[in-house]
């Protein structure tokens, strides 16, 4: 075993510029973590459910109707949220759910909107940068670059939420392109034309605007926000109702992951000076990564990456999960943080029901809780629920380390949708739930189990790999 550990994490270090945030590369001789039917189930209701939550163009679900010229996903079938959401959409990629013409579609759609070539002054306090990607785009093609709310032009945006969008989108995006590219193995759209909604771009050049608009510290590229009063910029969209400032982890992530995407993509278009600039960007994050946010346990084995330097700086639980998965981390760091997510596997302070919390149920800070939200209380949603998003990160980052507690995570995540089956054939697959007060909420969130399965799968811890 202590053989296998070596060749998976001398692994884990070269997979940091080829993996997707839904994942890439798999896990060398890693024995699968589900049985077969157990596989099968998790497999078909990850289709069932994202296929549910497709509305093609012109599609009305209730009292909701697509008029946008493109089929798109909502991030669950039953409503709960009305509007395409990058991110949550993103969240779908890396398997067969999504067919190249819709993923098209969604990087048109989101092309055509985004402003420029200057600063968008909405009003005071409200600043749409050029190039930066809207948080989500309403059904009749509007955007809304801020989250809270479904508001479009000079209405949207302000306190709690942001003079400033969410610093993920922009990352994301690149990987939707990346994708695409993944799956029709041609790069004829990203050597393309598109439309914006200034003037047409390339769109390799557009990737490169909307790439550098997060703001990025000079020396590490580590993503950062302003005081949460005055700029408040939400690190990413399963915390937007999270307040953080100074060096951000997980959009940082995000930026590691995205500039290795751009790098194998301007390979790919035989622009080596463009993809060696990419390769040296996520060189340097991945370097200060660790520096920056990790801390060590007083023993030294263990330790968690933090969630930001200023307001937040907590152990992040999503965060150091997903910093091992795409590789963001590497030993001596990586096998110290994995230890430290299979210890809150095991005493259930992280996971129940193989769901996962963001902040840890010990963190002293504010009980169990981020330490400033927008009015949530601990234990619910972003402050404390569990989530099946962060269940495919968290299984294959203590695999790494501890591979019988992912295999018993993952039994225990089968269960928790086998035990909420529908006379439809679905699981009721819950956005965060608190198994200690029943709150829950929006079932039918596709990412709470395709994500899993796509993280599963593209780690090779599954049979079909």
Known sequence: MRNYLSRLGTTLKTIALLMAVSGALPLPAAEPVLNRADEDFLKEQARLIANSARLKAGQAVGKYRNTTPYDV??????????????????????G??????????????TSGILVGPGDWHVRPGVIIPAYAVPDHINLDGQASFYPGNYKTGNKQGGYPFGTYPPLDDDFYFIT???EHWKLTGSLSLFNSMVKTSFSEMLLADLCEKVYQRPPGDRATGLVFAGDIKTENAKDWGFCDGVFKSGKLLFPSILKYVAAGQLAQLFEAADQPARAKRYREDAARIKGAIPQTFFRPSPSGTEGWLHSA???GNQPDVWGS??????????????????????RAFREKTAVREGCVRAILTTDRLSQGGWEETVGQ?????????????????YICAIFTVDPKAATDMAK??????????????????????????GARNNPLYVATVALPYLCLKNAGLLHTR
């Not at 209380?377 to 990160?393: A, E, P, S």
Request: charged share 15%; aromatic share 14%; net charge negative.
């Open 73 to 94: 996903h909502v991030p669950g079938c039953n409503m709960g949220y009305p509007a395409y959401w990058v991110r949550d959409s993103v969240m779908m990629l890396g």
């Open 96 to 109: 067969d759910f999504i067919s190249a013409p819709e993923l098209e579609g969604w990087i048109r759609l």
């Open 176 to 178: 939707a392109v990346y």
């Open 309 to 311: 330097t200023g307001v």
């Open 321 to 342: 999960a997903f910093a091992i998965y795409t590789g963001a981390v590497e030993a001596p760091t990586a096998p110290k943080v994995a230890r430290a997510l299979g």
């Open 377 to 393: 209380r601990v234990g619910t949603g972003q402050n404390g629920g569990y989530w099946g998003t962060g269940t495919g990160w």
């Open 412 to 437: 225990d995540f089968i269960q928790f949708l086998r035990g909420k089956m529908r006379a439809d054939g679905m699981a009721e697959t819950w956005e965060w739930f608190n198994p200690d007060t």
